[in-house]
């Protein structure tokens, strides 16, 4: 059964705090995925990452930067958090395409952010 | 321009009942592929369905189907028989095979069930 974790699934932070949001995932995918959820917006991609320390910047990465040292683990990193940060927080994997079949993206359950 | 589009940010249908939700979708690639997910309210999103731009039949998983028109670049996904559990936000997404590691996504349609 395939598996994307979150550290958290809820989470209260102050303005200014260095936030981590951690997800593995457990199915030697290449690609990984950031993306923030808000109402009447969908998702919205903050970074992704195709392999071992490689990045590349989504639609709406200021504020943001990321973190993937191993295959399995991309972390997203809010150097100063402050309140428009309040969001849903989604991590995915998926495999890199191949053949005439595109896979689908792996979600892990999100996080709640709070910034106070 | 947008990649996907969902105009319906609210539906409502009644149990029992068949529901269509829209999906447009813009892209020059000629490979791709077109993805739905549910996203109960507990937050996590569940891959429902996969259509393949070059898949000769609309695809079909349980009550779940796609209504595939290639020319009119749209896949409306079709709820069939719909069941209380049904009620949840549904994201429309499209994987292209040119810029194959992004996924664009919607911006959601909330289905209510009503009993």
């Known amino acids: 059964d395939v598996k994307v974790t979150q550290s958290s699934r809820y989470l209260v932070k102050r303005t200014g705090e260095k936030v981590f949001l951690e997800c593995v995932q457990d199915?030697?995918?290449?690609?990984m995925f950031w993306y923030r959820q808000d109402p009447g917006l969908g998702l919205r991609l903050i970074y992704f990452?195709?392999?071992?320390?490689?990045?590349e910047k989504g639609d709406i990465p200021e504020g943001y930067s990321v973190s993937r040292e191993k295959k399995e683990r991309f972390s997203l990193i809010l150097e100063s958090a402050s309140t428009n940060q309040t969001s849903m927080y989604l991590c995915?994997?998926?495999?890199?395409?191949?053949?005439?079949?595109?896979?689908?993206?792996?979600f892990g359950p999100g996080t709640r952010l709070l910034v106070l | 321009a947008q990649k996907i589009t969902q105009t319906q940010p609210g539906m409502f249908v009644q149990e029992k009942e068949a529901v269509t939700l829209d999906c447009t979708y813009d892209t020059s690639d000629p490979s791709y592929g077109l993805f739905w997910y549910k996203q109960p309210s507990s937050g996590e999103m569940i891959f429902l369905i996969y259509q393949g731009s070059y898949d000769q039949q609309n695809a079909t998983e349980g009550r779940y189907s796609l209504n595939f028109q290639k020319a009119r670049k749209s896949a409306n996904l079709v709820i069939s028989a719909s069941q209380l559990g049904d009620s949840a936000m549904y994201f429309c997404?499209?994987?292209?095979?040119?810029?194959?590691?992004?996924?664009?996504f919607g911006t959601g349609t909330s289905l209510t069930v009503i009993p």
């Open positions: 990452s195709y392999d071992v320390k490689m990045k």
């Open positions: 199915m030697d995918h290449e690609n």
């Open positions: 995915a994997s998926s495999t890199s395409t191949g053949g005439e079949s595109l896979e689908t993206q792996y």
């Open positions: 997404a499209m994987r292209e095979t040119n810029t194959g590691n992004q996924f664009y």
